[in-house]
C-alpha cells in the first residue's frame, strides 16, 4: 500500500498534501504528463481556472481508469497555474475533487507553482503526476 505522511519536526503542511510519499516494491511507477482543461473534443471546459482544474483531475482520472488504479495510487502532483488570480478557482476545484477522492485526508504529496504562461495562453491550469500502480 503507497503510504503517505508528515513527519514530526516539520511545520504542518500549508495545503492539502502528505510532505512525504513511499510506494511498496511491488508496484509500478507511473508518470502522467501535464493534464489541461481539454475536453475529449479538445475543447476547453470553460475559460476560467475552477473548470480547467476540475477537467485536468478528470484527465488523469481517465488515465488512472486506464491502468487500472485510482486517484489513492497518486504519490505525487505538481498543479502550474499560469497567474496567481488562478489560484482561487484553482484551489477551490481541488478541495472539492480531494474531499471525494481522499475523504480521510490521506494527501498525495504535492507541490504547486505559479508560472508566467503555459503551453497556450488560454490555459490557466496544467497538472501531472506520478501514480504507483500495483504490478501486473
Known sequence: MIRRWSPDGLAAPIGQYSHLASVPPDHELVFISGQVGALEDGTLAGPDAESQ???AFA????????LGA????LVKLLTMVSAREHLAGSRAAREKIFAAWYPEGDWPA???MVVDSLAAPELTVE??????VPRR
Open 59 to 66: 484527465n488523469i482520472a481517465t488515465l488512472l481508469d486506464s
Open 127 to 132: 497538472i501531472e503526476g506520478v501514480a504507483a
Open 53 to 55: 482544474t476540475r477537467q
Open 70 to 73: 485510482g486517484p489513492a495510487h
Open 110 to 112: 504535492h507541490s504547486l
